[in-house]
């Protein structure tokens, strides 16, 4: 893989780690605050977490450790399917947080999701604003992962050549070493067009010298 292709990989893998640490990390901190009276005696405070506020924020965050290890599993077009997987996740992690810093707290499903009785009441619900804030910046940074990995997509086809199975390897050094040969017995010396530097090396690993003539060729030494 290029080095062009490798830097955005690993921007992304970067970019997605931190989202899905902030997704988690908001997950677990309280994002509404719910205090309850049932007549019968002191009212009652209750937390709501993130993972009950906005049930999806766990299984997301979980998507995206998983689009991880996708990056450095798949290849081609396929890197751009986890791409367009991870914009869905950030923006379905970021809906209900932006609701909550946007929007006032609505009792009617505090109380529900509080599992309130019937008898109780609603005396308060209060947001508390930064777990949803640190959901919104865990989408933004799985936005910029996911532009991360389109850019490693265009600049290389998915893993690097050396992680292609050993068949694949030595049909690609076949390659590379009968072109260098023709390149070579008709003088031309110039192998750059038709054999990437990848599969050289790759000749050169199999053991094979890509500049060696062909034994089997047409002997050009008797020619004048």
Same mark, same amino acid.
């Given at each position: 893989?290029?080095?062009?292709?490798?830097?955005?990989?690993?921007?992304?893998?970067?970019?997605?780690?931190?989202?899905?640490?902030?997704?988690?990390?908001?997950?677990?901190?309280?994002? $509404?605050?719910?205090?309850?009276?049932?007549?019968?005696?002191?009212?009652?405070?209750?937390?709501?977490?993130?993972?009950?506020?906005?049930?999806?924020?766990?299984?997301?965050?979980?998507?995206?450790?998983?689009?991880?290890?996708?990056?450095?599993?798949? !290849?081609?077009?396929?890197?751009?399917?986890?791409?367009?997987?991870?914009v869905i996740v950030a923006v379905a992690a970021a809906v209900p947080a932006v609701g909550l810093l946007v929007t006032a707290v609505d009792p009617g499903r505090a109380a529900a999701l509080a599992e309130l009785p019937d008898r109780a009441e609603v005396v308060s619900a209060d947001a508390s604003r930064w777990p949803a804030a640190l959901?919104?910046?865990?989408?933004?940074?799985?936005?910029?992962?996911?532009?991360?990995?389109?850019?490693?997509?265009?600049?290389? !086809?998915?893993? @690097?050549?050396?992680?292609?199975?050993?068949?694949? !390897?030595?049909?690609?050094?076949?390659?590379?070493?009968?072109?260098?040969?023709?390149?070579?017995?008709?003088?031309?010396?110039? $192998?750059?067009?038709?054999? @990437?530097?990848?599969?050289?090396?790759?000749?050169?690993?199999?053991?094979?010298?890509?500049?060696?003539?062909?034994?089997? /060729?047409?002997? !050009? /030494?008797?020619?004048?």
């Amino acid at each position: 893989m290029s080095t062009s292709a490798r830097r955005p990989l690993a921007a992304a893998v970067l970019l997605l780690a931190l989202a899905a640490v902030a997704l988690w990390a908001s997950s677990r901190a309280t994002w $509404v605050q719910v205090v309850s009276s049932d007549g019968l005696g002191e009212p009652r405070s209750q937390s709501l977490v993130g993972a009950t506020w906005a049930a999806a924020t766990t299984p997301l965050a979980l998507v995206l450790v998983a689009a991880v290890a996708a990056v450095f599993a798949v !290849r081609g077009r396929w890197t751009l399917l986890v791409a367009a997987a991870v914009v869905i996740v950030a923006v379905a992690a970021a809906v209900p947080a932006v609701g909550l810093l946007v929007t006032a707290v609505d009792p009617g499903r505090a109380a529900a999701l509080a599992e309130l009785p019937d008898r109780a009441e609603v005396v308060s619900a209060d947001a508390s604003r930064w777990p949803a804030a640190l959901a919104v910046l865990g989408s933004l940074a799985a936005l910029a992962g996911a532009v991360a990995i389109a850019r490693a997509a265009r600049g290389a !086809r998915g893993l @690097s050549a050396r992680y292609d199975a050993p068949a694949v !390897r030595r049909a690609r050094a076949e390659q590379a070493s009968a072109t260098a040969v023709t390149a070579a017995t008709d003088g031309s010396g110039d $192998v750059s067009g038709d054999v @990437s530097e990848r599969a050289l090396w790759d000749a050169l690993d199999a053991g094979q010298d890509p500049t060696a003539p062909d034994p089997s /060729g047409p002997d !050009r /030494g008797s020619e004048r």
